[in-house]
């Protein structure tokens, strides 16, 4: 059995911007490819190089704010996809988010930390909420959601457009104004 040290402070994790070049895109497609990311997945194939290249700086850099990789202690530890979301109850600016810890750091409360930290960094950016889908099974982010203070919005089903799958989810929501 392993013990997890002292779970890091949101003070501790700081935010780098993505760069749509081929080494951010080789780092974000190997953790994205790592097993346990792909079990997560809404598409649980590998992704391929070049073609992950074409779609990450095709499909990752359309939104304000764009991608981030959460570092701690000066190393990149996850990677956050941000892109627009509406909320047709609430009104104001929305993100949803897509996050994917380094294996390597999985297991420690960093992705708890990443979210709590993620709040301050949105806000600054003008975002009044965020909204997440997690795979039903995906114990670790539905606890990690629950943790950083995301409202649990239900159970839902959604239709995976290019495979056909309709994948249970549960979906989440924060707000993050005063």
Same mark, same amino acid.
């Given at each position: ?108 409360? &960093? #992705?708890? +930390? $990443?979210? %709590?930290?993620? @709040?301050?960094?949105?806000? =600054?950016?003008? !975002? ?24 649990? &919005? #239900?159970? +839902? $089903?959604? %239709?995976?457009? @290019?495979?056909?799958?309709? =994948?249970?989810? !549960? ?8």
């Amino acid at each position: 059995m392993t013990t997890a040290g002292p779970r890091p402070l949101p003070a501790e994790i700081g935010f780098e911007p993505a760069r749509p070049d081929a080494a951010d895109a080789r780092l974000v497609m190997a953790w994205r490819n790592d097993p346990v990311s792909l079990a997560a997945a809404y598409h649980p194939r590998p992704k391929l190089w070049p073609d992950f290249l074409e779609e990450f700086r095709s499909t990752y850099f359309t939104a304000v704010p764009g991608p981030v990789f959460a570092v701690h202690l000066g190393r990149r530890i996850g990677f956050l996809r941000l892109e627009p979301a509406d909320h047709p109850p609430r009104s104001g600016r929305f993100v949803e988010i897509g996050i994917n810890l380094a294996p390597d750091s999985r297991g420690r409360g &960093l #992705g708890v +930390a $990443v979210l %709590l930290a993620l @709040d301050g960094h949105l806000r =600054a950016q003008g !975002v009044d909420g965020v909204m997440a889908e997690v795979r039903a099974g995906n114990a670790a982010s539905l606890r990690a959601f629950a943790a950083a203070g995301y409202q649990d &919005l #239900g159970p +839902a $089903v959604v %239709l995976v457009a @290019d495979t056909g799958e309709q =994948a249970a989810i !549960v979906r989440f929501m924060k707000d993050l104004r005063p």
